[in-house]
């Protein structure tokens, strides 16, 4: 039979979820993040009622959309047996089949990404038509393996050797409809494909033509990169179950509510535009630009503990902002600013604000690029300093150098957010490049610095 596969992709987290047509007005759900509105478009879009949910593993970048399908829409969730999940499910192991009404899926147990993780076979009669691999194989790679404990990371990387090699088994024309893609901090490798087929991945996938287990291993490991620290607290909630929700609005707050609970220890974020925040911001806020990639930085530079306002502009979607925080976790959005930095400075409350400036105004000035460690080694200005924006956030950096600190990343975004993390913690004297060190480089003519 004819099979439609949809993908569903978060470029923002760098993921892809599936919708499959079961070709009676059903379908199966794999890997749906708890943000559904896309997920559920589709299902609408073709008239289909969303009956199975699917989970390859415990997901550490967001929380499954799984139970909150159980409810709202009466679907069965299949995941892990092993995962040992306290909500009701199907339980599967190695070997296990549920039949889907003409389809079926065959569990593979492919441990590695996380210790019970599974892949799907989607079978049409006894012919293998593709696999949902999680984070197991995936486009080029394979995901991370020390999410889990640090203790277990090597033992992890070795069970996915032999998860891979098992997968590798499959025919050649047999799909292969991964989780984690480009983007993702996951560990996948850069690129635009996102789904790919046996056979490719056998031929090009670097993991698998490893010459050795101890060779695979130490080139996995030798890929992991730094990742935000909700990373290690979502898989044990989603092991529990998400709490469900409902709604897409925040609750207006006057500004002297807001400067009362600023006072009280609530983070204050503002996801407006680079250029709004460097103008005028509510003092000791953090700027976090609303785009695709803003509930990873959310969890990344906010604790998930902590109650938070929202500073916006009138244009920009409440239900987006929800929606993306809640993907990671993060519930405990309490209102927003009412009329936004307007209304707060109309209420003759101080505002602070953070200059912009260009590659050409950077002479004399102290250079501070807050990009991952691959994107510093890859290229940079000569004698700019380095730190993880991740890492800033944790432990800001006291610069005693004289002049200004001119904080830079790819673009600006990221930058602003640094530049805001360092401002609350006292440092004075900031600004933030327009632009990246391509930029330098094409302005001034001049050759970037590699290595870390």
């Not at 190695?94 to 009404?101: P, R, S």
Request: glycine content about 10%; overall charge negative.
């Amino acid at each position: 039979m004819s099979v439609s596969v949809i993908p569903v992709v978060d470029e923002g987290l760098g993921n892809s979820a599936y919708l499959v047509d079961l070709a009676d007005g059903r379908a199966l759900a794999v890997d749906a993040s708890r943000d559904l509105r896309a997920m559920r478009a589709e299902a609408e879009r073709r008239g289909l009622k969303i009956a199975y949910a699917a989970d390859t593993h415990l997901h550490a970048d967001f929380l499954s959309g799984a139970v909150q399908l159980a409810a709202d829409e009466g679907a069965m969730v299949l995941a892990s047996q092993a995962g040992h999940r306290e909500f009701p499910h199907r339980g599967l192991a190695d070997g296990d089949e549920v039949d889907l009404g003409g389809l079926s899926l065959r569990t593979l147990g492919t441990p590695g990404h996380t210790h019970e993780h599974i892949a799907f076979e989607l079978l049409d009669d006894r012919r293998a038509l593709g696999v949902f691999t999680g984070g197991s194989l995936i486009v080029g790679s394979a995901a991370r393996t020390d999410l889990v404990s640090p203790d277990r990371t090597e033992e992890l990387a070795r069970a996915q050797y032999r998860s891979l090699r098992r997968l590798a088994e499959l025919g050649d024309d047999v799909a292969v409809w991964p989780t984690h893609g480009a983007g993702s901090f996951c560990s996948a490798p850069p690129g635009s494909e996102r789904t790919s087929t046996i056979g490719t991945e056998r031929a090009t996938n670097t993991l698998l033509r490893a010459e050795s287990e101890d060779a695979f291993v130490q080139q996995l490991l030798d890929s992991l990169g730094s990742f935000p620290p909700y990373f290690l607290t979502l898989g044990e909630l989603n092991r529990r179950g998400p709490e469900l929700v409902d709604g897409d609005s925040l609750p207006g707050l006057a500004p002297t509510d807001v400067a009362r609970l600023w006072r009280a220890d609530v983070e204050v974020v503002d996801v407006r535009p680079v250029a709004d925040f460097a103008a005028a911001h509510v003092p000791g806020s953090v700027s976090i630009p609303l785009r695709p990639v803003f509930a990873t930085w959310l969890g990344w530079l906010v604790r998930a503990a902590k109650p938070i306002v929202v500073v916006r502009n009138g244009d920009q979607d409440p239900a987006e902002i929800l929606w993306q925080a809640r993907k990671v976790g993060y519930d405990n959005l309490i209102g927003e600013l009412e009329g936004g930095v307007r209304s707060w400075a109309q209420a003759g409350q101080p505002t602070g604000s953070i200059p912009l400036v260009t590659v050409g105004q950077l002479a004399d000035a102290n250079v501070l690029d807050i990009r991952q460690t691959a994107e510093f080694a890859a290229g940079h200005i000569p004698g700019a300093a380095h730190v993880e924006l991740g890492d800033l956030a944790n432990d800001p950096p006291t610069d005693d150098r004289h002049g200004t600190t001119v904080v830079m990343c790819g673009h600006g975004e990221r930058a602003m957010g640094a530049a805001s993390l360092l401002a609350r913690a006292g440092q004075q004297d900031l600004a933030v490049l327009l632009g990246g060190p391509d930029d330098w480089a094409a302005t001034t003519g001049r050759r970037l610095e590699a290595g870390a």
